[in-house]
């Protein structure tokens, strides 16, 4: 089934809450602090877990432009933007495309509030509190954004 036809095809129920909006969950402006701290945005997202969810169902929609998609490109070109220049600069991994390493670490930091109920699943026998699954998203993304020479 698609998600179109729960929503009656309306992509008017998500066009609200997105926009502008959408681009607040993401990784902070200096990429260094991904491998030196594992700072991966992940704090806003407890927050605003629905910004995560709208998204999801956006890309169920799969609409031929989602809205205010001009200003969110935009913003979403700075931050692969600031791991570029922070792979040129070796600060961080460059063993795969900023782009890619951007995504990847947005992926990972959203997907915990995006699908609750599977962390909860996989976490059966030592429930995972917000802070336990902040730590794990610090970790992969510093390995992810680590320079192997180091």
């Given amino acids: ?13 998500v066009e609200p809450h997105l926009g502008a909006s959408a681009s607040s969950p993401g990784v902070p402006g200096d990429v260094a602090l991904i491998g ?7 704090d806003d997202d ?10 999801l169902w956006e890309g169920l929609l799969d609409l031929p ?3 205010d998609e001009d200003s969110r490109t935009a913003y979403y070109r700075t931050k692969v933007a600031a ?5 040129q ?19 990972l930091a959203g997907w915990w509030y995006a699908v609750p109920q599977m962390a909860r699943m996989m976490h059966a026998d030592d429930p995972a509190t917000q802070e336990t699954a902040r730590e794990a998203l610090m ?12």
């Fill in 65 to 67: 432009e989602v809205p």
């Fill in 1 to 13: 089934m698609r998600a179109g036809s729960l929503v009656g095809g309306d992509p008017g129920v």
């Fill in 36 to 42: 030196q701290h594992g700072l991966v945005g992940a």
């Fill in 89 to 107: 600069t070796h600060l961080i991994s460059d063993d795969m495309s900023g782009p890619d390493l951007a995504f990847l670490i947005l992926a």
């Fill in 83 to 87: 791991f570029t220049r922070a792979q």
């Fill in 46 to 55: 407890p927050e605003h877990p629905e910004l995560t969810r709208l998204l």
């Fill in 139 to 150: 970790r992969a993304a510093m390995k992810l954004a680590t320079p192997t020479s180091l």
